[in-house]
Nanobody
Framework: QVQLVESGGGSVQAGGSLRLSCAASGYTGSSACMSWFRQVPGKEREGVAYFYPRTASTYYGDSVKGRFTISQDNAKNTVYLQMNSLKPEDTAMYYC?????????????????WGQGTQVTVSS
């Protein structure tokens, strides 16, 4: 079972940047499809960035395309989400998730492991 621990959230002004980290254990770097989701109270969890290591493929939600970048450091078993040009509407709890099969653009049911989340707050 993959275990995930997120970090790096915080408060930032609009236009600023943050980098989220997701430290994973219980798997090797090339065996899990990774994603970052976000959720605000009262709304469904939204997939914002995906990384499939076997083909080094990525996928981004339309709301973050061009501003967010997902990457993986196999040596550290860590997945990152670099978030630039942040907007107030990016405010949410961000979750790291792992799937043992191809996962690009899939919703939460496709993922078997989740982190506890890290809060990102963007002020205008």
């Amino acid at each position: 079972q993959v275990q995930l621990v997120e970090s790096g959230g915080g408060s930032v002004q609009a236009g600023g940047s943050l980098r989220l980290s997701c430290a994973a254990s219980g798997y090797t770097g090339s065996s899990a499809c990774m994603s970052w989701f976000r959720q605000v109270p009262g709304k469904e969890r939204e997939g914002v960035a995906y990384f499939y290591p076997r083909t080094a493929s990525t996928y981004y939600g339309d709301s973050v395309k061009g501003r967010f970048t997902i990457s993986q450091d196999n040596a550290k078993n860590t997945v990152y989400l670099q978030m630039n040009s942040l907007k107030p509407e990016d405010t949410a709890m961000y979750y790291c998730a792992a799937s043992y099969s191809w996962c690009l653009a899939l919703g939460p049911p496709a993922f078997v492991s989740w982190g506890q989340g890290t809060q990102v707050t963007v002020s205008s």
